[in-house]
């Protein structure tokens, strides 16, 4: 399948003026980004590993805001504008075009992911961290990761809604239950282990551990859990694409 950069721009350049022009989905961020800077300056600065349970200030919020703005923001920066896009026949008459479904994916995904990526970045600083000590690296990567998963979610959600009032109802749900998890790996024990083979669990894990006298050590399980999230979003996104007759 060849690929045209020329149409990727396009593409990308069409997504990021539709992002850009609804307030809503641009507010997910910005959200983000406040929730965490109350929540740095309200909550007491803590540190303790009291009878095996052990509770960071700065991994709680750090997690909250990641998770808060990959799963929230980076499904609602997706599924708002492909059913904005339905909607007003745009994408139908970009599907009918010469764009293959490749070149879309790529143009489509690149404004959402990297406004995620900047806004994950500014979240270190904002939640009281350092660059040195998050192993950026590992940061950079699992937050990427994670953001290209919630993005890939919000796309499935756009193409099987019809419109964007089902697709803000079905969102809802969802993103409720993906920023949920810090909460409950840290009040319910016996779900801890289930929620760690969900991504935003791995992205709440990471938070946890970069903060511990070890650090952060990449594992099979996060490995694999980010692995199989994105091939199975992968998948569905290309069965509900070509289902919904948008490779033609």
Avoid: C
């Avoid at 961020?29 to 590993?49: E, H, R, T």
């Avoid at 009918?96 to 879309?104: A, K």
């Amino acid at each position: 399948m060849k690929v045209s950069f020329r149409k990727i721009r396009a593409i990308a350049g069409m997504k990021l003026q539709t992002i850009l022009n609804n307030t809503g989905v641009m507010l997910g961020p910005l959200l983000a980004l406040g929730f965490v800077f109350a929540l740095k300056n309200i909550m007491p600065d803590l540190d303790v590993n009291k009878n095996g349970v052990s509770f960071s200030t700065n991994a709680f919020v750090l997690s909250f805001g990641i998770v808060f703005n990959i799963a929230i923001a980076g499904i609602s920066m997706s599924s708002g504008p492909l059913a904005e896009e339905k909607e007003k026949n745009t994408l139908r008459v970009l599907m009918t075009s010469s764009v293959n479904g490749l070149e879309y994916l790529i143009g489509t995904l690149l404004p959402p992911l990297l406004i995620l990526i900047t806004v994950n970045i500014v979240m270190i600083p904002v939640s009281g961290s350092s660059f040195g000590e998050i192993q950026f690296g590992s940061y950079l990567l699992i937050t990427t990761a994670a953001s290209i998963i919630s993005l890939l979610i919000g796309y499935i959600i756009g193409i099987f809604t019809k419109n964007q009032a089902q697709t803000s109802l079905l969102t809802m749900p969802i993103t409720l239950l993906l920023t949920s998890v810090p909460a409950i790996k840290l009040l319910q024990e016996d779900l801890s282990d289930m929620l760690n083979y969900t991504y935003t669990g791995v992205l709440t894990n990471y938070s946890n551990r970069i903060f511990s006298e070890s650090g952060y050590q990449w594992n099979l399980t996060d490995s694999s859990v980010l692995f199989g999230w994105f091939v199975i979003t992968l998948g569905i996104f290309i069965y509900a694409y070509k289902k919904n007759g948008l490779d033609h």
